[in-house]
C-alpha cells in the first residue's frame, strides 16, 4: 500500500478546510491522518509477517483506517465539501482502532498503533462538532 507523503505546499498552504475547523485544527487533524496511516501501514504488514491472511478483520480494519487516512488528508487539503464527514469517519475508526490496538497489545508496536489513532482521533473531533 503506497503512503500518501503531503508536500510542504500542500501541507501548509491548503489548510483552509471548509469544515468549521481553523487552520491549526485542519493541521492537526492532516498531520495525525499521516502518523496513522503509515502506523496503520506498518501495523498490517506485522500482522502478515506474523501469518494472518489479508482478509483477516485485524488487517482490514488496519487497512480500512490506512486508506481513510489517505481520503481525509487529500479532502482536507482540496477543502472538500465531505471533509467534515471523513474527519468524523476518522474520528470513529480512529477511537475502534485503538481500542482494538490496545486490547490486543502484546508489543510496543501496538501500543505505538493504540498511541497514534487515539491521536488521529482527536486530532479529527474538533473539525467533527465545530459549528
Known sequence: ???????????????????????????????????CQTSCEEGMARLKAQGLPADAEAVRLLRQCAELCELNIR????????????ASLCFELG????RAAWLEAE?????????????????CRPLVFAA
Open 107 to 123: 508489543d510496543p508496536a501496538s501500543n505505538t498503533l493504540a498511541r497514534d489513532a487515539l491521536h488521529l482521533a482527536r486530532a
Open 75 to 86: 479532502a482536507l487539503q482540496k477543502e472538500s465539501r465531505l471533509s467534515r464527514r471523513t
Open 1 to 35: 500500500m503506497r503512503t500518501f507523503v503531503a508536500s510542504p505546499r500542500e501541507g501548509v498552504v491548503m489548510l483552509g478546510a471548509r469544515a468549521g475547523g481553523a487552520r491549526t485544527e485542519v493541521s492537526r487533524c492532516i498531520a495525525a491522518s499521516l502518523q
Open 95 to 98: 477511537s475502534q482502532v485503538a
